[in-house]
């Protein structure tokens, strides 16, 4: 399938690339006759839904999606962010949408613009998606909402839009929602990268800030030594400790 990704735009924790199809359209694709497997919340809000696709051909559409995704992000990597990593190992860092053993795919719910849910054919705005079973038989239309990049993983997201729910189990207990160890586990390996970018970025930060402080302390005993290698109070002498003041204000005040 031919895809178009446009430049990555950088926001707070990632950064995240529009994903077209050849007509600069937004790729959808229904998928029939999901079997529903686990709901997980997300740390950050919202929810993954992991539901099994039975139907091989949009296992192979998802998967031709990912490998062209793949392949335009190693020709652009470097252009987006000059950081010269090896083809290998973009490829090691790319997430496939897909478990392609067992034909397994987490989907994102969001709170902020939830799926319209369909009831045998007819919208029903009240109906709980929390009350979706492993006996629910579910058809899904979902969207690639674009390339995300972390700096130790990428891949497609994949948010939920619709869902057509022809047999609905409303009346099962809350209770009985199927939440899978491994769906749990793998939810939070991916905020667990998260977190683990974030701290990476804040010790980034503390170590350049450390590198800071070293040469403001270096350049204080440097002015010292000229001052005191003078052989009387002279114009460099006056300079050097005017220089030591001024430093160690500009530190005080944070501004260095």
Known sequence: MVINISDPIKKEKNCIAKITNEFNKQIRMKVSDASFMSLTPLAGGG???????NDNDIVNNISSIDDEARKITIEKNQDWFN?????????KLFRNSMNKINNTMLVLISDTNEPTVYINGSQDEEFNINNITSKTSITLVIEAQGLLIYPKKFGIRWIVRSIYITNNNIDEPQDNIYIDKESIEESWKSDIIDMESKIDDDISLLESRIKELNNIRASIN????????EKSISPLWHESLNLITKKYSLYLNGSV
């Not at 929810?47 to 696709?53: E, K, S």
């Not at 950081?83 to 490829?91: A, F, G, Q, S």
């Not at 440097?222 to 290698?229: F, G, I, P």
């Open 222 to 229: 440097s002015y010292y030594e000229k001052a005191v290698n």
């Open 47 to 53: 929810r993954t839904m992991r539901i099994y696709i």
């Open 83 to 91: 950081n010269n990593l090896e083809d290998e190992t973009i490829d």
